[in-house]
Every structure is written in structure tokens, then in C-alpha cells.
């Protein structure tokens, strides 16, 4: 029986590069670069060049449906860039920041795995250079603001308490400070009122980083974020705090991608980092056009399955930015499939192809919705040890009958060496297109008609029921000038529903959506179905119970 090593020994035993010489790959000079150690390193936003954006190749890596644990976005990502790299395409992997949530939680890191990593791998999956630490003080700073706003009689604007929203945030899961009451303690603690925590990736300013275009922009979008209204009904913004100045300073060198690499030595930008159930689930803009200055192929990435990350980067991040990708490719797993067709979690490595072939559905919507954006895609099928062959041919066969490409990979496994027959078929989809994608609706669209397009379109809904408070949400819209916006619609990454239990292909269902939150900064509305959760919870038994570090630094336990 073969023995495979952890990602973090993988990772760990590999002689990495200085980062002078993956910044010299891609013409950098060393006097840009603003170096956190050896490894790591900030870049100056000057690098940017539209030009060379307009003409640079941009993948999108998406996924069917995923399974608790993920199938392996971001590892093919990474894995098909050093296939690009190795066909002698000159290519630039572009992928969000982890969250310090899922590290500890129960999915454990965002650097890839196996031999198709981004390094250094401890540092990408803990404090990495700082910026979710600049995202947290910057939100937390304005939530600081509002309150002594309220509590002073000077430049007091009249804020009524109640209709504030605006939460604090931590990069962790902790589901004890979801929901707390703040200002106790009599007039010295300020005015005492029910708010909470949300996870750092959910702030709005995560959001507002990763579509801003410069600083100026950045200021911009912050001066934007509605705050509540005051005891007159007059809406207030974060400008009316005149909090953009000093927010936009906290953020000064968290709005710079991050330079790494990947095992095989190819560069690797590394920024931002918004969940996609939540908020848009894709790096940053700034990130994505840096790595197409500098390369002619960009891979990157959009969160949880195609419904939501996908849906999201090309509806939001796109129409805001006018990047267009040149393919999608989209992941899938055995397990996955087996697991949509119905067999039990703990038994997804056991062979099944009755389940697999029932499992098939829920891909093959996520191709139809593929084909809606009018982009060509290619399917990955993310090999793992436990895939029969039998099982991989049942799902090319049928990518074949449905006449998309489909390639086994196996990056895990062979990093680079792996992934060539994907990186083919992927460059072969890149030069077969000529236009532009096609958005799922017009963003002057009503709010409503926009969010009726998604669910019926995307998630495959035949109906959407807006509850009483979505009503009413939907009039302040309007009212604070956002209507004319995308929407960021919030559901849980289980299921192409809004019930995370309903597995497959659901098909007839009614998405119920139960409030509109307002992001006025980042510049889209959030439509909330479902159970949402901005601040998760740890399990049972956390990823952190298997962490450790020795006298000498070195860490054990972290995947």
C-alpha cells in the first residue's frame, strides 16, 4: 500500500526559491519589491498595466457542488498553472487569502495540496502578511465610530442605535460572540445595544478591498458603506463619519497583492479573501490585473460551487472590473458525485457507480449554467487514490455525450506532470473564444428581477418567495440609491437550493429569501436565504487539536 506524505511535509521539504527570483521571472525588480523575509513579498500597485490586461488569458476554476470537505479548487488551480508553465505557457496562478476559520475548523487550509502548493504554506494559512489583521482593525475601527457617535453629544448625528447593523469582526470561528449585547457597564460603556461579531472574511471591507480598483477607489467605496439611518429617516454613511480617510489608512499596504510561489518555483499572487456563500468569493481585482500584467495566462479561482463563486465573480467582479475569463474550468469529483447521488459521507471511497451515475445531475446542471455565460469550459476531474477507473470513464464518457472537454487531473498527486492533458484541453477552450461573457441579468434590472434571474436560472428555482422583512428591505434600496447594483446573493454551498439537505439536481423548489442586507460600499445588495451564518462555529473536534509547533518553529498538524 503506497504511503502519501501531508501537504505540510510536502510543502516543508521543498527547497523554496527567494522571492528575487520568482519576482525576476516575471520582470519585477528587486527594488518593487517590499519583502516580509525571504518568501513573501508586497506588490506596488504601479504594476498594473491595462494594456497587457487587455490581452493576458484569464481562467476561471469553479466547481460543481462541493462535498463538506471541497474538492479541490484551489489545488487544481495551482495544478494547472504548473501545467501552463510546463507547456511553456507563461502563467501566474491568482488565488485568495485563507481565513483563519476554516484553518482551525474543520476544512482546514487554502494553499492547495499535495504536490500542487503554494508556499510558504504555514505562513499563507496563518498570519500570512497582515492584510485579514488590516481588513479586522480597519471594519472595527468604523464599528468604533458609530458607537461613540452615538454616545457624544459633538458632531452627533443623530444615529438611531436601532437601525444599525454594522457588525465588529474576528478572523475565527466563534459562534459565542454571534450575537452579544454591547455599551453595558452605565453611561461610561456607551449606549447599550444587541449587535455581534461576523468573521473577518464577511466584512464588508474584505469585500470592498477585493473590488477596489486604487486607492483613491478604495477611499471611495468605504466613504459608501451605509451605516443606518437617524431618528428622522435620514440614511448615514461612513462619510458622514469622515471614516474613509483613516480606514483607507489602516488598509494602505493590505490593498497590495502578495507575491509567493508554488512548489515547482512558478509565481503565485496571493489577496483578499471573501467567502463566496456570503459575499463575492473571489480575490482581488487589483490581483487578478497585476498577475495579467505580468503573465500571458492568469488561473484563478471563485469559491464554493459554480452557482455561487462562479455566478458571482463573472456578475459582480466582471461587471465591475471588464475582465472577461477565456474559459471555465470546472472541477469535479468522484466523491462528489457519488455523493449527490446519494451515497454516505463516510463511505465516499468506496465504489459505487450506481451512486456516481446519480451524482451525475447535479454536474451536468452546472455545465448548462456554464454554457449560459457563453464561455467554453473544460471539466477536471480531480483524481483521487481511492477512483477506479471505471468511475473516471462513466464521467468522460458522459462530458463527452454532453460534447464538453473533460481531462483527468492529477496535480495532487504529480503537481505539473499531472495536469498537462488539462493544461491542453484548457488552452485549447482559451483560443476557441471570441467573445465576451454573457452577465446572467442587466444590472438595471430591479432588485427582484435580478434575484429572480439567478435562482431560476442558476440554482434552478421555479419560484422566489420574498418574505416580509425582504419586502421592506427592498424599499430602503431603493431609497439609499443601490437598486441599479448587482446582487450577492447569500446561500449555503451544500446544495444549488437554499436547503442544504436537498443533494442532486433539485429541480421545482421555491428560494425563499428572508432579508436584503445592504453593502452600498462594496456596490451590490445581499439577498439572505436560508440558515446563513456570518460568523460559523467549530466543530466537534477542531483542526487546531492536531496543531502543534517544536523549539525550532516548526509546525505539525496544519493541512
Not at 480575490?283 to 469559491?303: C, F, H, P, Q, W
Not at 446519480?358 to 448548462?368: D, Q, S, T, V, Y
Not at 477552450?429 to 435580478?450: C, F, G, I, L, M
Request: charge should be neutral; aromatic fraction near 6%.
Amino acid at each position: 500500500m503506497t504511503t502519501y506524505r501531508s501537504d505540510l511535509e510536502i510543502a516543508q521539504s521543498t527547497r523554496l526559491r527567494h522571492i528575487k527570483e520568482i519576482a525576476q521571472e516575471v520582470d519585477i525588480s528587486e527594488d518593487q519589491l517590499e519583502m516580509y523575509g525571504n518568501y513573501k513579498a508586497k506588490l506596488p500597485l504601479e504594476l498594473v498595466n491595462e494594456k497587457k490586461v487587455s490581452k493576458a488569458h484569464l481562467v476561471l476554476v469553479t466547481a460543481m457542488t462541493p462535498t463538506p470537505a471541497g474538492e479541490g479548487k484551489t489545488t487544481t488551480s495551482i495544478g494547472l498553472a504548473e501545467g501552463l508553465n510546463k507547456l511553456g505557457k507563461k502563467t501566474t496562478v491568482v488565488l485568495r487569502e485563507p481565513s483563519l476559520g476554516p484553518v482551525f475548523g474543520v476544512k482546514g487550509g487554502a494553499a492547495g495540496g499535495g504536490h500542487s502548493q503554494v508556499v510558504p504554506m504555514e505562513d499563507i494559512n496563518l498570519h500570512f502578511t497582515g492584510d485579514f489583521a488590516a481588513v479586522e482593525k480597519a471594519n472595527n475601527l468604523l464599528a468604533a465610530l458609530i458607537d461613540n457617535n452615538v454616545q457624544t453629544a459633538k458632531n452627533n448625528l443623530g444615529i438611531d442605535p436601532r437601525t444599525v447593523e454594522w457588525k465588529r469582526v474576528m478572523d475565527m470561528n466563534d459562534r459565542a460572540l454571534r450575537n452579544i449585547v454591547s455599551g453595558m457597564g452605565g453611561k461610561p460603556g456607551g449606549m447599550m445595544r444587541e449587535t455581534g461579531f461576523d468573521i473577518t472574511a464577511a466584512s464588508e471591507i474584505m469585500a470592498i478591498l477585493c473590488l477596489a480598483q486604487d486607492m483613491d477607489d478604495l477611499k471611495e467605496k468605504i466613504g459608501n458603506i451605509y451605516i443606518g439611518d437617524t431618528f428622522e429617516g435620514q440614511a448615514i454613511f461612513a462619510r458622514d463619519l469622515k471614516a474613509q480617510g483613516a480606514m483607507a489608512a489602516l488598509l494602505k499596504d493590505a490593498i497590495k497583492p502578495n507575491l509567493v510561489q508554488t512548489l515547482e518555483g512558478n509565481p503565485a499572487i496571493i489577496h483578499g479573501g471573501p467567502f463566496a456563500n456570503i459575499a463575492q468569493g473571489t480575490n482581488s481585482v487589483i490581483a487578478t490585473k497585476m498577475g495579467m500584467s505580468l503573465t500571458d495566462y492568469v488561473v484563478t479561482e471563485a469559491g464554493f460551487g459554480a452557482d455561487l463563486g462562479a455566478e458571482k465573480f463573472l456578475n459582480i467582479k466582471c461587471g465591475y472590473s471588464g475582465l472577461s475569463p477565456k474559459a471555465i474550468v470546472l472541477v469535479t469529483t468522484i466523491r462528489a458525485l457519488k455523493y449527490h447521488g446519494g451515497q454516505a459521507l463516510a463511505s465516499l471511497k468506496a465504489p459505487n457507480t450506481v451512486a456516481l451515475v446519480r451524482g451525475l445531475a447535479n454536474l451536468e446542471k452546472h455545465i448548462e449554467n456554464t454554457k449560459i455565460y457563453g464561455l467554453p469550459t473544460v471539466v477536471s476531474v480531480n483524481k483521487f487514490v481511492s477512483d477506479t477507473d471505471d468511475e473516471i470513464a462513466i464521467v468522460t464518457q458522459r462530458c463527452a455525450e454532453l460534447g464538453v472537454r473533460v481531462a483527468v487531473s492529477e496535480g495532487w498527486e504529480k503537481g505539473g506532470a499531472g495536469t498537462t492533458d488539462l493544461a491542453e484541453q484548457v488552452v485549447e477552450a482559451v483560443q476557441s473564444n471570441k467573445s465576451k461573457y454573457k452577465p446572467v441579468y442587466d444590472w438595471n434590472w430591479t432588485v427582484k428581477e435580478k434575484i429572480e434571474a439567478v435562482a431560476r436560472k442558476i440554482y434552478g428555482a421555479r419560484n422566489v418567495e420574498f418574505l416580509p422583512k425582504a419586502k421592506q428591505n427592498l424599499k430602503k434600496i431603493e431609497r439609499i440609491g443601490l437598486s441599479k447594483k448587482p446582487v450577492c446573493i447569500a446561500k449555503t454551498q451544500n446544495s444549488l437550493s437554499d436547503d442544504p439537505k436537498w443533494l442532486g439536481r433539485p429541480e421545482n423548489f421555491t428560494l425563499t429569501v428572508r432579508e436584503i442586507e445592504i453593502a452600498a460600499g462594496a456596490g451590490f445588495s445581499i439577498p439572505i436565504t436560508g440558515n446563513m451564518l456570518r460568523m460559523p462555529g467549530l466543530p466537534a473536534t477542531p483542526a487546531a487539536e492536531g496543531m502543534d509547533i517544536d523549539n525550532d518553529g516548526k509546525i505539525t498538524g496544519l493541512s
